[in-house]
């Protein structure tokens, strides 16, 4: 691609300017060289000029950058006002505005945008709508996994990702818009077939994040102007401000009052699936589903699915299998291991989390609840005390164990918790052997809850990211379950 397709509509102005050749956008200067665009990104913690002359130094012969740099002459120099807003558009214009080929659902909220667009992915391919997704817990379409870090991706791993969906078949992605993501312009240039609302609650006010809750929740409206349509929950405070800044058709769920309202909503518990039954009201007409995720919530999360799949004409039948099948990764996730008992994976690491996801195990039949968990080394310590106690609590058995230790010894972590916990519980440091004790001990009925690790596949030890898998923890474990 020649720089000046690279560049159009891009405010800058331009020193040694020629029409090169161009093969990729770096903004890491590890991975400059030949013929890639070296964009000098501003961070929290970096600034990207400071790595212009390595580089330059690698090969890269074209800069994009908000000051002066100080490479060679033969250099190219691209200047613009605010470096990560123009990434974002020569981003979208390197590969080829994948926007415009395929229905980019993007979903914010302090809560539940994980697990709704994860209910949207499933129900979406339900009606046989190839759906990618990029968020919290990663990005993948059909078999293909691809690596994320952060809930929203860089731009340019943003606009990489949908490029390979629209190739790879995908007709909709359903991505997490995170405020930071909105608020470092990561989704610039991005159309959106429709935006949409969870809530909205106190969260990420701090250094190198919002400066208050009005300014979070600014960045939060910033989402709807880019967007065609928008799903707002109206049971939220702040879905009038959402609604406002639209300009655009709005389709509203909720409990009441609402294009899409929630009735009759109950628990049911199915050999090991815990789930929820729901009545949906549609214009004065009422639709059954069920939803295989526990919890009151995730009835409420559904809405968002089944509006989508009305807008793209998918059958109630078909809206039915993809509710049933939905499993989101390390968030409430059952795991079929047996009929006897259950077994959820999610990634509840601080008190008030492990308080809901086990208040919502209560709320089924069960015989005991057992709450498997630790506490991160080397930081956060008050939540060993609220871990502790939250377990001690609600748990019939708590089995303190091992979560990221680092450079901690993970007995002393667990002793910690330990001393905090007022119920049943015993202590087995090794995370794999305490997997293994709570399925050999488990009775009919039980619920055992594994906490803090969630979709991750690693341990955090001394500096290392050693590979584990709850998983295959519980593979083991129920196969010497068996053999006994």
């Known amino acids: 691609m020649k720089l000046s397709e690279v560049l159009k509509d891009l405010d800058y102005t ?26 000098c990104l501003e961070g929290a913690f970096n600034d990207g000029h400071r790595y212009a002359l390595s580089a330059y130094e690698k090969g890269s012969r ?52 994980t697990t709704v667009a994860h209910i949207v992915k499933f129900v979406l391919e339900a009606g046989g709508i190839r759906t990618g997704i990029i968020g919290t817990v ?42 930071l993501g909105l608020k470092a312009h990561r989704v610039d240039g991005t159309e959106f077939a429709c935006g949409v609302f ?24 910033q989402l709807f102007p880019m967007c065609k349509k928008a799903i707002v929950n109206t049971d939220d405070p702040f879905s009038q401000t959402i609604i406002q800044s639209c300009g655009c058709d709005v389709i509203t769920y909720g409990s009441q009052n609402a294009d899409y309202s929630l009735t009759n ?39 968002v699915a089944l509006a989508l799949a009305d807008e793209y004409g998918i059958s109630d039948g078909d809206i039915r299998k993809g509710l049933l099948s939905v499993f989101v990764k390390g968030r409430g996730e059952i795991v079929r291991a047996s009929d006897d008992f259950t077994i959820i994976i999610d990634y509840a690491h601080n008190g008030v989390s492990l308080r809901s996801i086990i208040e919502t195990a209560k ?44 450079f901690e010894e993970p007995e002393k972590i667990c002793n910690e918790i ?13 995370r794999g052997e305490a997997i293994e004790y709570a399925v050999k001990n488990a009775r009919k009925g039980d619920i055992i809850i594994l906490a803090g690790k969630g979709h991750e596949e ?4 001394k500096g290392e990211k050693v590979p584990f898998s709850e998983k295959t923890e519980i593979a083991k474990a129920m196969k010497l379950r068996k053999e006994v």
């Open 265 to 303: 909503a109950r628990k049911v518990r199915q050999g090991n699936i815990l789930g929820m039954q729901f009545e949906v009201k549609v214009k004065e007409a009422a639709r059954d589903f069920t939803v295989a995720l526990p919890g009151d919530v995730n009835a409420y999360n559904s809405l």
């Open 458 to 461: 690693y341990m955090k030890i």
């Open 418 to 430: 330990a001393s905090y916990c007022k119920g049943e519980y015993v202590i087995i440091p090794d």
């Open 138 to 179: 990663g990005a993948s379409y059909g078999d293909v996994v691809l690596p994320t870090v952060n809930t929203t991706p860089e731009s340019y791993e943003l606009q990489k990702m949908l490029r390979l969906m629209a190739d790879g078949g995908c007709k909709a992605a359903a991505i997490e818009v995170s405020s």
């Open 62 to 113: 074209v800069f994009l950058c908000s000051k002066d740099i100080g490479v060679g002459e033969d250099a190219v120099i691209i200047k613009v006002c605010d470096t990560r807003a123009a990434l974002s558009k020569i981003s979208c214009n390197f590969f080829r505005h994948p926007s415009k080929e395929i229905a980019v659902i993007g979903i914010t909220g302090t809560k539940g945008k």
């Open 14 to 39: 331009s020193e040694n300017y020629k029409d090169t050749d161009i093969k990729d956008i770096a903004y890491d200067s590890r991975k400059a060289g030949d013929g890639i665009v070296f964009v």
């Open 363 to 406: 709320s089924y039949e069960h015989n005991r609840i057992i709450s498997l968990f630790g506490s991160v080394g080397g930081r956060t310590e008050c939540r060993r005390e609220e871990l502790g106690a939250v377990s001690g609590e609600l748990s019939d058995l708590s089995i303190i164990t091992s979560d990221d230790p680092d």
């Open 198 to 221: 969870t809530n909205l609650y106190p969260d990420h006010i701090g250094t190198n994040e919002h400066d208050s809750f009005e300014e979070y929740a600014f960045w939060k409206t």
